[in-house]
């Protein structure tokens, strides 16, 4: 077991500590992974339109992103360490957050992963609920609206712009501008009434992102009672890689995570109880005999799978966390099925399309994602969430802000960006007086 933590320096010198012989190696990963700070701006660049940012891309490509930084993790990693462990060690956070084998993932996203844990993560006191509720007041100041619990069926046209969506409900919502952060392939296959067949073509030769069963804990006792870690958990059998290779079992590593012990809340509003999740990716074949059944309909070999998979993971909790033992007093188990069912998941994918190699290119030629813009071919349409970019909270996020730049005039670009940085220096709340208040873990 390996405790990453807070800060390069510290968890370099934790490495060194650990494997003194791979100095050398883990000073040359930790200089590498500072070197491809550049590569996600300069991607996001690159997926602008627009003659000068374009080339500003191009320019940061080429000056500021080392050759390494598009390869396969595994083997820049191979490259400068020897020691299998630690290989592991580093390569592991990357497979089970990435959702996919260090041999396809470019190097540059385990650098990004590193980038994001630099100053340790945060949770929301309260819930991650907060952060949407915190956004409530700006959206309907600004003139906006939310709705919750409203699929949109489609986008509706006129001729070839986007004019607004229709629920599920058949609501008509009018719009000059359209963002859809459902993903490309629910976009382009579900939501627009037409495709031109190059994007069909375009879509079947992506590969999918691997599927994932989560499950769901409640738990009697306080998360201190119980010994609940309030940093996420992560385990493998020797090869984090295996699953995804195509040469471990039906299952990857294991993802342990309690909200409730990271919210200095929780036992307040919740005394004796505690929660959480443990998540494992499958092979995208494992569910395949099942598509097409309804949810509350499913096949007696369905539930037969669930609870042999339940079991597993049952299993991992106690061997890993003993105190909560005869403390489990509910669980359910989320399948591909179920993120299909319930949001919209195309194969229960977490990550969408493939965030792989294949798709960012290796630097001189295009990759298969490269013609995924937030300006899409569509007048009034444009694309967010993790297909545009990366994935994960950040790839999404900054795809959101890019889909932004698109959509506005140059007004709205320039207070965009302004109000961006004056947030990064002094965040301020919100015209309601909330901000989510964030604990450190």
């Given at each position: 077991m390996?405790?990453?933590?807070?800060g390069?320096?510290?968890?370099r010198?934790?490495?060194?500590?650990r494997?003194?012989?791979?100095r050398?190696g883990i000073e040359?990963l930790f200089?590498?992974?500072g070197?491809?700070?550049?590569v996600?701006p300069?991607l996001a660049l690159?997926?602008?339109?627009?003659p000068?940012v374009?080339r500003?891309?191009?320019?940061?490509?080429?000056?500021?992103?080392?050759?390494q930084?598009?390869?396969p993790a595994?083997e820049?990693?191979?490259?400068?360490v020897?020691?299998e462990?630690?290989?592991?060690a580093v390569?592991t956070?990357s497979a089970l957050?990435?959702a996919?084998?260090?041999?396809?993932l470019?190097?540059?996203?385990l650098?990004?992963l590193?980038?994001?844990f630099r100053?340790?993560?945060w949770?929301?006191?309260g819930?991650s609920?907060?952060?949407?509720?915190a956004?409530?007041?700006?959206?309907?100041?600004?003139?906006?609206?939310?709705?919750v619990?409203a699929p949109v069926?489609?986008?509706?046209?006129?001729?070839s712009?986007?004019?607004?969506?229709?629920?599920?409900?058949g609501?008509?919502?009018?719009?000059p501008?359209?963002?859809s952060?459902?993903?490309a392939q629910n976009t382009y296959r579900?939501l627009?009434p037409?495709q031109?067949d190059?994007?069909?073509?375009r879509?079947d030769g992506?590969?999918?992102?691997f599927?994932f069963v989560?499950?769901?804990?409640?738990?009697d006792g306080?998360?201190a009672?119980?010994?609940?870690?309030?940093?996420?958990l992560?385990?493998?059998d020797?090869?984090?890689?295996?699953l995804?290779?195509?040469?471990g079992g039906?299952t990857?590593?294991?993802f342990?995570s309690?909200s409730c012990?990271?919210?200095?809340?929780w036992?307040?509003?919740h005394?004796?109880?505690s929660t959480?999740e443990?998540?494992?990716?499958v092979?995208?074949?494992?569910f395949?005999?099942?598509?097409?059944s309804?949810?509350?309909?499913?096949d007696?070999?369905?539930?037969?799978?669930?609870a042999?998979?339940t079991a597993?993971?049952?299993d991992?909790?106690?061997?890993?966390l003993?105190?909560t033992?005869?403390?489990?007093?509910?669980h359910?188990?989320?399948?591909?099925?179920?993120?299909e069912?319930f949001?919209?998941?195309?194969g229960g994918?977490?990550?969408g399309l493939?965030?792989?190699v294949a798709?960012?290119?290796d630097?001189?030629?295009p990759?298969?994602a490269?013609?995924?813009?937030?300006?899409?071919?569509v007048k009034?349409l444009?694309l967010s969430?993790?297909?545009c970019?990366a994935?994960?909270?950040?790839?999404?996020v900054t795809?959101?802000?890019l889909?932004?730049?698109?959509?506005l005039?140059?007004a709205?670009?320039?207070?965009?960006?302004?109000g961006?940085?004056?947030h990064g220096?002094r965040p301020?709340?919100?015209?309601s007086?909330r901000t989510?208040t964030?604990?450190e873990?």
């Amino acid at each position: 077991m390996y405790q990453a933590p807070v800060g390069f320096s510290a968890y370099r010198s934790g490495l060194i500590a650990r494997f003194p012989a791979e100095r050398a190696g883990i000073e040359a990963l930790f200089g590498l992974i500072g070197r491809c700070r550049a590569v996600l701006p300069a991607l996001a660049l690159g997926r602008l339109t627009g003659p000068v940012v374009r080339r500003l891309a191009r320019v940061l490509r080429a000056t500021a992103v080392p050759p390494q930084a598009l390869c396969p993790a595994r083997e820049v990693v191979e490259g400068l360490v020897r020691d299998e462990r630690l290989r592991q060690a580093v390569l592991t956070p990357s497979a089970l957050l990435l959702a996919d084998s260090t041999a396809r993932l470019p190097f540059f996203l385990l650098a990004v992963l590193f980038e994001h844990f630099r100053t340790g993560a945060w949770y929301p006191v309260g819930g991650s609920a907060e952060i949407a509720r915190a956004m409530l007041e700006p959206i309907r100041a600004a003139g906006g609206e939310v709705f919750v619990r409203a699929p949109v069926a489609r986008i509706e046209l006129d001729g070839s712009r986007a004019t607004g969506v229709v629920l599920a409900n058949g609501t008509r919502v009018r719009a000059p501008v359209v963002v859809s952060a459902a993903g490309a392939q629910n976009t382009y296959r579900t939501l627009l009434p037409r495709q031109p067949d190059r994007i069909a073509d375009r879509l079947d030769g992506m590969r999918r992102g691997f599927p994932f069963v989560v499950l769901f804990l409640g738990l009697d006792g306080d998360p201190a009672e119980l010994g609940l870690p309030r940093h996420n958990l992560m385990v493998t059998d020797e090869d984090c890689d295996a699953l995804f290779d195509g040469t471990g079992g039906r299952t990857s590593g294991y993802f342990f995570s309690f909200s409730c012990a990271k919210d200095p809340t929780w036992t307040t509003r919740h005394p004796g109880r505690s929660t959480g999740e443990i998540l494992t990716y499958v092979r995208p074949e494992l569910f395949e005999p099942f598509h097409g059944s309804r949810w509350r309909h499913r096949d007696p070999a369905y539930l037969s799978l669930k609870a042999e998979l339940t079991a597993q993971l049952l299993d991992q909790l106690h061997r890993h966390l003993p105190r909560t033992t005869g403390r489990v007093a509910y669980h359910e188990l989320g399948t591909p099925l179920t993120a299909e069912h319930f949001a919209g998941w195309p194969g229960g994918s977490l990550y969408g399309l493939a965030k792989d190699v294949a798709g960012f290119g290796d630097g001189h030629r295009p990759g298969l994602a490269d013609w995924l813009r937030p300006r899409t071919e569509v007048k009034g349409l444009y694309l967010s969430g993790q297909d545009c970019l990366a994935g994960g909270f950040l790839g999404a996020v900054t795809s959101g802000l890019l889909a932004a730049h698109e959509a506005l005039d140059r007004a709205g670009r320039a207070r965009l960006w302004a109000g961006l940085l004056r947030h990064g220096v002094r965040p301020r709340s919100t015209s309601s007086g909330r901000t989510p208040t964030v604990q450190e873990r």
